[in-house]
């Protein structure tokens, strides 16, 4: 466990409609899917971070276009003191140098995919993100995305 807050970065990156997204292979939220991103590293620029952990966790080469806001991800220790983490994520809209380029899973990502926006209510997404993306104008809120809330009345 560190005794300090870790700054990480997330890319989000569009294509047609679709997400590009990663599940995790280990680490916090291990078998979820998130937007590909990770720690930053002493002496690296956030934009430098960002396209690294891009092509790293998908083979995917990106820009960053801008900032899109922050979240925390906080965990308290669990009795053995393992799991305990605190994360301030820098996420950032990124543009795709090529429109074609297919995602291939490696460094600590189990899976890489694009996801249709209309498919990512059926997924085990990292909590927080799919209202990340909906409250930072990413995902349109003209699509219908199921919550497994049903509507008062």
């Known amino acids: 466990m560190t005794a300090t807050p870790e700054v990480a970065i997330g890319a989000v990156v569009l294509r047609d409609g679709e997400l590009l997204l990663v599940r995790r292979g280990h680490g916090p939220a291990a078998g979820e899917w998130s937007v590909p991103g990770g720690r930053v590293r002493f002496g690296e620029g956030l934009h ?29 220790a669990e009795p053995e003191g393992e799991g305990a983490h605190h994360f301030v994520i820098l996420d ?35 909590a927080g993100l799919l209202d990340f993306l909906l409250e930072t104008g990413v995902l349109p809120s003209t699509d219908t995305v199921d919550l497994g809330v049903e509507p008062p009345g």
Request: charged share 35%.
């Open 92 to 126: 950032f809209a990124c543009v795709l140098l090529d429109e074609d380029q297919e995602p291939i899973a490696d460094d600590d990502a189990a899976e890489a995919a694009w996801v249709p926006f209309g498919e990512l209510d059926g997924m085990a997404l990292v």
């Open 48 to 76: 430098e971070a960002v396209v690294r952990e891009v092509r790293e966790e998908t083979g995917i080469d990106v820009v960053v276009e801008r900032f899109l806001g922050w979240v925390e991800r906080i965990r308290d």
